[in-house]
């Protein structure tokens, strides 16, 4: 890789059926197939092909394999516990119905499985009017009398859930051992650790064809469960430069995430030695310059920066809202930049919600 500028990809997402989606994806640009309610655009998946830019015509895990240390870089192998992975997974999910009720094991759960944990976070797109999102167990709910309800198989255990409103902007951080679902009408854009394990609780009663419910794992997902878990909606902490508005809406030792609103023309650097970036328009449009590469990103696209010393440019081509993940050094990027825009200890903290990450480098 060169050692100037830092080297960038454009992606095309694998696109997922699924019986809870819909098709309001096309909307963010994404070509569906007809006729398949599609419930998630796995972005940076391993399948996901670059089409444009640093490994054009290969898929991401290819290119990672090329030289992982290099693609990479030395915090996000920590991340990933040294596999040879893309460290961030980033999706497009269109709810168009409830999905599962479930819970996702931590890294020292998942180990057993050979895979890794599932913390993740959730910023919201859009909601339909009264939509909600199911986080953690009810004040006053026992782990016992959710699981009792749980088994019935017929959606009675989301009532033992808090159920929040679900809004436009709102983000919220589910570490592994959360018991979760993503309500009808909502459509997040989500960041997690690189795992596909998912352990279902309760499936709202729902049957296949043949009347069958899907698959269920009860007990695998109650020894996951971390019964105190109950995320909350995170409160942004400003940190603008200049005429470029950023907002920390949250960060763990796995993935940061930020949102990046640039007025027509602006230019911001992008790009960090120890960690991938993915950029993911959400409006507007804007172009990502990087080695001897100049990507154009329209809502719904994302792009990769590979780690790098110096950066990539990103520059809006119109009014444009952008988010942004990385694997941070919570210190340097995320405790730091906060303090300095006098954001208070608290709030600070709170970006990590209950993994407690940030609180402990703010200690460090």
């Not at 043949?210 to 909606?233: C, D, F, I, S, T």
Request: aromatic fraction near 4%.
């Amino acid at each position: 890789m060169s050692e100037g500028m830092a080297q960038v990809s454009l992606l095309i997402p694998r696109l997922d059926a699924k019986p809870w989606g819909g098709r309001k994806l096309a909307g963010y640009g994404l070509d569906l197939p007809p006729g398949e309610p599609i419930g998630e655009a796995l972005v940076t998946a391993g399948e996901a092909v670059i089409v444009k830019g640093d490994g054009a015509g290969k898929t991401l895990q290819e290119v990672v394999e090329t030289d992982p240390h290099i693609r990479l870089g030395q915090r996000a192998m920590a991340a990933v516990s040294g596999r040879v992975i893309f460290p961030l997974l980033v999706k497009l999910i269109d709810a168009a119905e409830n999905l599962s009720i479930q819970v996702h094991p931590d890294d020292a759960g998942a180990m057993v499985l050979d895979r890794l944990g599932k913390t993740e976070a959730w910023y919201v797109l859009a909601a339909d009017p009264g939509a909600k999102v199911y986080l953690g167990l009810a004040n006053g709910i026992s782990l016992e009398d959710f699981m009792s309800r749980a088994r019935m198989l017929d959606g009675s255990s989301a009532r033992a859930l808090r159920a929040l409103d679900a809004e436009p902007g709102m983000t919220t951080l589910i570490p592994a051992g959360t018991v979760h679902a993503l309500g009808a009408g909502v459509m997040v854009y989500e960041i997690q650790q690189p795992s596909d394990v998912t352990f279902r609780l309760d499936d709202w009663g729902r049957t296949d064809a043949q009347g069958n419910p899907r698959e269920m794992h009860l007990e695998q997902g109650k020894g996951a469960v971390r019964p105190g878990y109950r995320p909350e909606n995170m409160v942004p902490i400003d940190v603008s430069d200049g005429e470029i508005a950023r907002h920390l809406l949250t960060a763990c030792r796995y993935f940061a995430l930020e949102r990046l609103r640039l007025p027509v023309g602006s230019t911001v650097l992008v790009g960090d030695p120890g960690s991938p970036q993915v950029l993911t328009v959400l409006s507007g449009a804007a172009g990502l310059i990087g080695g001897e590469d100049d990507l154009v990103l329209t809502p719904g696209s994302s792009g990769v920066v590979w780690p790098t010393a110096s950066g990539a440019e990103l520059t809006a081509t119109e009014s444009s809202e952008v988010l942004r993940a990385w694997v941070p050094d919570l210190l340097q990027d995320i405790v730091r930049p906060a303090l300095a825009s006098g954001a208070m200890d608290m709030d600070i903290g709170a970006l990590g919600g209950a993994s407690d990450d940030v609180r402990k480098a703010m200690q460090s």
